[in-house]
């Protein structure tokens, strides 16, 4: 049991890290801009996929710089040609534009890499066991990726609270106009930071590609997660991102080892209630199966209940 | 005024609606494959046609069927979806198809088999017969079962009498834990597993029984360390993408030391995404794999291999085309009854033993491999350094299970 | 909204036309497919004009539309079911009425939650219900018939007027019925106090509460009826499949119905008819002709969302005043010339994208691809040549024709502002 315990918090903590390095960027560009932009576990899939076409060719630790500040000039990019232009009609141009492109990064990836997976591998210089925790020997290039998404996050922390650039975009997120109005230039912070944000996606592609599998699919069912750390974190924080990845993180990896059913309440208490049809599948319903919804359960408490989320300056 | 243009759209709309109307060709017999073929799991859907393009103009070069009449396939993209797959199915069928092939999904499976029984009572003088080689859903052939539905693969029952049987003589396993999608399909594997274990080996445990939302979870470790903590030695598990591969895939990192007996590791993308992981672990059942010492196939795996640049797979196909056009030949017609009633009752000796297709629910059976993935093996898959070794296999008649089907024939 | 000021009666006359042609359609194209494309598209407009009720006219934008759909057509199958079981002296044909109840009832269970709020925590609060639905979706197996879904034979109720529902061509008269009807409720509640109030909640909840009315209960009232019309969209979609499965209420045909709508045009009642036709099309014929079509439908979003930020109905409504004014033909010229530019571009684009499909996807078809009317050997640089060529042709022709439209507006907007007293 405190096997159980230690290794799924541990595993938990590391889900967390790097849904965090996912969220850190969107939460900074859905803070500031009000985008929700789709295309970004897109991006994540093309960083996984860039990450193994250059690990492939040149090296892992080239890859790991690469990788991102390809997908970060492309952001950036992107944001200048792009969504700029599309600012003007509102939010769900925006929205659909980042479909649109999402669509297209999902295409272009099957066009270049073919539309099975591909096998990216762990590199070999981290494919060792790093310690035994009771049982189980624990892999060193899972520990590699705590260790860089803990420094990603203090890195991110220091820059947005003791940088002068920093300073701008705290302040761009809760009064962009007043930013302006002082003599910033707002809409080059956005491209900045919209650069920044694809970049860290493409990061957390590269070190996250070797422990998930790398397919076409891979985007498809991280976005609508990724949404719910932002609003549970509240928008623009770094901090609340972080604490709502590891929310998540723990809360998903903790709620599938609880076998624990409606029915067997029943019984502890005592009643032999037999219901049936739908009642009865709610009844017998464990935990763990319902574990990969409860971050939307958690998302509409959170948005009913406290709408600026844990760490947010402001509703959603 | 203003809406003179929606009125010319709607016009133009109208034109666009009308498809080309076929050929009806005397000489061709149309075979329509109605699959997904875009989108992320497009590939499977392609393969797909590739393996019936191929296995059909195998047939066509030998001569074709009914003296000399050719075998055309078509593709239709369903989308994967159900609704969507009726549309394509009336497109199918007006493009004068009256043979339908489909693998993907029992949902879209269930609507085919729905929609078909209909149309054929509504149109009697143009049934259509459904030929399934890879929905395998257990309903299809019991409950839901029907005249107008043939499945040439094995189905979880099927498969999971012959994972059984290979649990049987492999006394090492003494725990076994379940672990399968929370669905229809996944509570089937749960249910067989659990009665065939029982029957045939008693003595073994079955320490858990997981049902896991489908294509939800993103991290498998909380699972991996349930499944340690049980002391298990065997995982049954019908997982199918990333539920299957990622799953296994933590399990190797973390050094699970489990047998996985899979029923579709060994599908398109598995080796790729599994990799070493896998190695000597990783079982899975199908009716052919690439490393069957038998020379016929061996040569048309590498003739489809050389033409389409992957690995032949549904083997079953072959089979299916050459008992098709043997029921057409038959019969004399490509009158979908006609040949349906010859098709039940066939039975027919491949290379690797006796098939037969049972009449009472329209099931084909077939000898079935238990391989396991492995790096010491003469044919490798997806141009991975693994392949698929045989451990075990099951006579067609070892593994056939008993049914409920009561058929209404028309 | 559409502008009432222009031309009436002539609006009221294309109606009765396009529902005369909707009518005259099966005779005019007697085939089983397209019929069957006919029904699919009929639902999909009732579906995109109840979606049009949030986003256009109240202003919210959902990512759960398919929900309402989805569960009231689940509604709709027992209830269909539950007829033919028990004999029910309910006739077929009545069923999406209480399809939309059932619609209405959920869009009145999950509105409560969501309609508190509006903008991006409204859009969350959708998105996470949705989610929450087709999750149980797959729990809830005694409803939902798990991954295969129920199915219902539309046949069984009692025959009135002779109508059974066993031919399609009785069904798409059904879908037809009730489409028109529920057009013109919808088109009627856009009109009513409680429709201007959405729109006036849409445009500034503080001053909508100024004058007495509570935002949220407008919301609220929108989002029911809104509801209740995605419900009769299910309820014709369960009689005209008979099989609904947990795809009808995913994310992605919620999403699908998002983009219907403002490629069509969300700010004009008729726009989400022009997007749920344009768009099944799209989705049921491109992918006959090309495997990169949904690379193509990702650039039509670009591409709308860049140039067309309006949608089609946009672009129509935008060519209105100067084809009364009778000037719209001095903008033909640039027209031609930008479009000849842009097909040249377009078939030079289209052209290395095919190729580049066919060397990575159907490289075993042989080097030949067959492009528009040609044969291409995608092995020959030149052919690689020629298509670059064309495309960065194509492109700074269009670049240096497309200011040509730019002019030719001024210059028409400059003659209209003189027209108008």
């Known amino acids: 049991m405190l096997e159980q315990l230690a290794i799924s918090t541990l595993n938990g903590i590391i889900y967390g890290m790097l849904l965090f390095m996912l969220a850190s960027g969107l939460t900074l560009i859905f803070g500031m801009m009000g985008v929700l932009n789709l295309a970004h576990a897109s991006m994540y899939m093309l960083g996984a996929y860039l990450g193994y076409q250059i690990s492939k060719t040149i090296g892992f630790l080239p890859a790991l710089i690469l990788g991102p500040l390809a997908l970060g000039l492309g952001g950036a990019l992107l944001e200048r040609y792009g969504l700029r232009r599309v600012h003007q009609h509102g939010h769900v141009s925006e929205l659909l534009f980042t479909f649109g492109v999402a669509f297209m990064i999902q295409e272009a990836v099957q066009m270049i890499w073919g539309r099975i997976g591909v096998p990216y591998r762990v590199p070999p210089e981290l494919d060792f066991p790093l310690f035994r925790l009771f049982d189980t020997p624990y892999p060193a290039y899972r520990i590699f990726v705590l260790v860089l998404a803990v420094a990603i996050f203090v890195g991110l922390f220091a820059i947005l609270s003791r940088s002068r650039i920093g300073l701008v975009i705290r302040a761009a997120l809760t009064h962009p106009n007043m930013v302006g109005m002082l003599g910033h230039n707002v809409p080059q912070v956005f491209m900045l930071v919209f650069g920044v944000g694809a970049g860290l996606a493409g990061l957390a592609g590269v070190i996250g590609g070797p422990i998930f599998v790398t397919s076409p699919n891979m985007a498809g069912a991280l976005g609508a997660i990724l949404f719910t750390v932002v609003v549970i974190g509240g928008l623009g924080s770094l901090p609340g991102a972080l604490l709502a990845s590891l929310l998540i993180g723990l809360v998903q990896t903790f709620a599938v080892v609880m076998d624990v059913s409606l029915d067997d309440f029943i019984k502890a208490i005592g009643v032999d209630a037999k219901a049936g049809n739908i009642l009865g599948d709610i009844q017998h319903t464990t935990i763990a199966q319902i574990a990969p919804i409860l971050p939307y359960l958690m998302l509409l408490v959170m948005l009913v209940v406290r709408p600026r989320g844990l760490f947010g300056s402001r509703d959603v | 005024m203003k809406f003179a243009r929606i009125l010319a759209g709607t016009a133009l709309a109208a034109l666009a609606l009308t498809s080309p109307a076929p050929a009806q060709d005397a000489s061709t017999v149309k075979l329509a494959l109605i699959d997904g073929q875009s989108g992320p799991n497009g590939f499977i859907g392609e393969s797909m046609r590739q393996h019936l393009q191929f296995f059909a103009e195998r047939k066509n070069a030998a001569g074709g069927v009914l003296g000399g009449r050719k075998f055309d396939v078509v593709a239709f993209d369903n989308k994967f979806d159900p609704q969507e797959t009726i549309v394509q199915l009336q497109k199918a069928i007006d493009a004068g198809a009256r043979y339908v092939f489909h693998g993907n999904s029992s949902a879209v499976a269930g609507a085919i088999v729905d929609f078909l029984e209909k149309h054929n009572r509504r149109n009697p003088d143009k049934s259509v017969l459904y030929i399934n080689f890879a929905a395998l859903d257990p309903v299809l052939t019991n409950d839901k079962c029907s005249f107008w539905h043939f499945r040439f693969d094995a189905d979880v029952n099927i498969r999971t009498a012959a994972i059984t049987n290979q649990i049987q003589k492999d006394p090492s396993i003494k725990k076994v834990y379940l672990f399968n999608q929370d669905y229809s399909f996944g509570k089937a594997v749960r249910a067989a597993a659990t009665q065939m274990l029982k029957d045939k080996r008693p003595d073994i445990q079955i320490v858990g029984d997981e049902l896991i939302p489908l294509q939800k979870v993103t991290d498998f470790t909380p699972y991996i360390a349930k499944i340690r903590a049980t002391g298990a030695d065997a995982v049954i598990s019908a997982n199918w993408g990333n539920d299957l591969n990622q799953l296994v895939k933590t399990g190797g990192e973390l050094g699970l030391p489990v047998k996985w007996f899979t029923y579709f590791a060994n599908g398109e993308g598995g080796v790729t995404a599994l990799g070493a992981a896998g190695v000597g672990r990783v079982f899975a059942v199908s009716e052919w794999h690439m490393n069957v010492p038998e020379a016929t196939s061996e040569k048309m795996a590498e003739e489809f291999g050389k033409k389409f640049n992957r690995d032949l797979f549904f083997y079953r196909l072959n089979t299916v085309i050459t008992m098709l056009a043997q029921s057409m030949d038959e019969a004399k017609t490509t009158d979908p009854k006609a040949v349906a009633l010859k098709l039940e009752t066939m039975a027919f000796k491949t290379p690797l033993g006796d098939t037969y297709v049972r009449a009472q629910d329209h099931q084909f059976y077939q000898p079935l491999y238990v391989s396991v993935m492995s790096d010491d093996v003469p044919k490798k898959l997806e141009k991975t350094p693994f392949g698929f070794k045989t451990v075990g296999m099951s006579a067609a008649k070892e593994t056939e299970v008993p049914t409920t089907c009561k058929m209404q024939r028309p | ?421």
Not at chain 3, 133 to 142: K, Q, R, T
Not at chain 3, 272 to 300: E, H, K, N
Not at chain 3, 333 to 356: C, Q, R
Not at chain 3, 384 to 405: D, E, K, N, S
Request: glycine share 10%.
């Open chain 3, 1 to 421: 909204m559409t502008s009432l000021s222009i031309g009436r009666h002539a609006g009221q006359i294309v109606w009765f036309l396009a529902i005369a042609l909707a009518l005259l359609l099966p005779e005019l194209i007697p085939s089983k497919t397209a019929l069957t494309k006919m029904c699919l598209i009929g639902i999909t407009i009732v579906f995109a004009l109840s979606y049009n009720i949030l986003l256009g006219q109240t202003g919210l934008l959902s990512f759960g539309h398919a929900v309402y759909f989805g569960l009231s057509g689940f509604a709709a199958i027992h209830l269909i079911n539950l007829i033919g079981r028990h004999q029910l002296p309910i006739p077929v044909l009545i069923v999406p009425l209480f399809a939309g109840l059932a619609g209405a009832a959920f869009g009145l269970l999950f509105g409560i939650l969501s309609t508190r709020r509006h903008g991006t925590a409204f859009a969350m609060i959708s998105l996470a219900i949705a989610e929450l639905v087709a999750a149980s979706s797959l729990i809830l197996e005694s409803f939902f018939g798990g991954e295969s879904g129920v199915t219902t034979d539309r046949s069984v109720g009692p025959t009135l007027f002779g109508i059974d529902l066993v031919p399609q061509i009785q069904v798409y008269y059904l879908i037809v019925g009730w489409g028109v009807l529920s057009a013109i409720t919808m088109y009627a509640f856009t009109r009513t106090p409680l429709g201007r109030m959405a729109t006036a909640v849409r445009d500034n909840p503080e001053r909508a509460e100024f004058i007495g009315y509570s935002p949220q209960i407008v919301r609220l009232l929108s989002f029911i009826v809104s509801a209740f019309f995605a419900g009769v969209a299910g309820g014709l979609a369960a009689i005209n499949y008979e099989i609904m499965t947990a795809t009808n209420l995913s994310t992605a045909a919620s999403g699908s119905v998002l983009i219907m709508t403002y490629i069509g045009g969300a700010s004009f009642f008729y726009g989400p008819v022009i997007g749920a036709i344009v768009i099944s099309l799209i989705q049921l014929s491109l992918s006959d002709v090309t495997p990169a079509w949904l690379l193509y439908l990702g650039l039509l979003f670009v591409i709308t969302v860049l140039f067309a930020p309006t949608g089609i109905a946009g672009l129509i409504e935008r060519h209105l005043p100067p084809l009364r004014a009778r000037v719209l033909h001095h903008l033909i010229p640039s027209y031609l010339l930008s479009a000849a530019a842009g097909s040249v571009f377009a078939v030079g684009a289209i052209a290395l994208l095919e190729m580049n499909y066919h060397v990575t996807l159907n490289a075993h078809e042989g080097p030949l691809l067959r492009l528009f009317w040609i044969q291409v050997d995608t092995t020959q640089p030149l052919a690689w040549g020629v298509a670059i060529l064309v495309t960065v042709c194509g492109f700074f022709l269009f670049r240096r024709t497309w200011p040509l439209v730019g002019g030719a507006w001024n210059e028409i907007d400059s003659r209209l502002r003189k027209a108008a007293p």
